[in-house]
């Protein structure tokens, strides 16, 4: 009798994807966001169109103020998906954290866009204006 390890066609077999993205979410939820960026880039190898994956990826750059990393992960999220504004928002604040107050505008005004009256992309903006007019603009956190 065979033991179900020595028959591949008797035990379910998981992706590597799927086994990368599994790992991802472990190691972020231990805190060891430089093991699950290691594995979203695994995972960004195998399939360089899962959108989640970039917003996942960025969002733990940009709680490691990798800003730069960030901003080209969450900028590769909203190509491949543009409508969600949320991608937007987080991609403002990486800007934003660069002292590019224009893109994060930009990224803002996209977001507000999608999601009209969203009330932390309206204080965003309104405290951009503020910086503008001299007064002390509010700084976001990344994180």
């Known amino acids: 009798m065979k033991s179900i390890f020595e028959d591949e066609d008797s035990f379910p077999q998981i992706s590597v994807v799927t086994m990368h993205l599994m790992m991802a979410s472990i190691h972020e939820s231990e805190g060891k966001a430089e093991a699950a960026i290691v594995e979203y880039s695994q995972v960004c190898e195998y399939d360089p169109e899962i959108f989640q994956v970039y917003v996942n990826r960025g969002a733990l750059y940009s709680r490691l103020h990798q800003f730069k990393r960030a901003i080209r992960d969450f900028e590769r999220a909203s190509l491949l998906e543009p409508g969600v504004a949320s991608t937007y928002l987080k991609l403002g604040d990486a800007y934003l954290a660069v002292d590019e107050a224009g893109q994060a505008e930009a990224a803002y005004l996209k977001c507000l866009e999608l999601a009209p009256g969203n009330p932390a992309v309206v204080a965003r903006l309104?405290?951009?204006?503020?910086?503008?007019?001299?007064?002390?603009?509010?700084?976001?956190?990344a994180a």
């Open 126 to 141: 309104e405290s951009l204006q503020r910086g503008r007019l001299g007064l002390e603009p509010l700084r976001i956190s």
